[in-house]
């Protein structure tokens, strides 16, 4: 990895640049940057990416963002994943794409 150049993160922090422009300036992420001056940032974002991971509960797999979301956003995202059924595929059904159980054109057919 090539280091991250914290003396210039902070005096482009001192100039008020967010953190996703500083990345950009020094050829990074907003979060290696943050990283490089604030080392329990890592830790931090660990915990809101796995808090994420366990909120959503659709087979582990994090496709909505929750914490960037507006209330009404979140809240009908939220009752969007209450409507879609429970993920049971396994593996190789999600790697190919296979259809949601009920949700195949064929279970469609069959419910009309």
Same mark, same amino acid.
């Given at each position: 990895?090539?280091? /991250?150049? /914290?003396?210039?993160? $902070? !005096? $482009?922090?001192?100039?008020?640049?967010?953190?996703? !422009?500083?990345?950009?300036?020094?050829?990074?992420?907003?979060?290696? !940057?943050?990283?490089?001056?604030?080392?329990?940032?890592?830790?931090?974002?660990?915990?809101?990416?796995? &808090?994420?991971?366990?909120? $959503?509960?659709? %087979? %582990?797999? !994090?496709? /909505?963002?929750?914490?960037?979301?507006? /209330?009404? &956003?979140?809240?009908?995202?939220?009752?969007?994943?209450?409507?879609?059924?429970?993920?049971?595929?396994?593996?190789?059904?999600? $790697?190919?794409?296979?259809?949601?159980? %009920?949700?195949?054109?064929?279970?469609?057919?069959?419910?009309?």
């Amino acid at each position: 990895m090539i280091p /991250v150049d /914290v003396e210039r993160v $902070l !005096a $482009l922090r001192a100039e008020g640049k967010k953190w996703e !422009a500083i990345g950009r300036e020094i050829g990074t992420s907003a979060d290696r !940057a943050r990283r490089a001056v604030d080392p329990s940032w890592a830790e931090h974002r660990r915990d809101q990416v796995n &808090a994420n991971r366990n909120t $959503l509960g659709y %087979g %582990g797999s !994090a496709f /909505v963002h929750l914490p960037d979301m507006t /209330v009404a &956003a979140k809240r009908r995202a939220e009752e969007m994943l209450q409507r879609v059924p429970r993920d049971t595929r396994d593996l190789t059904a999600r $790697l190919l794409g296979d259809p949601l159980p %009920g949700r195949s054109a064929f279970d469609r057919r069959k419910q009309r």
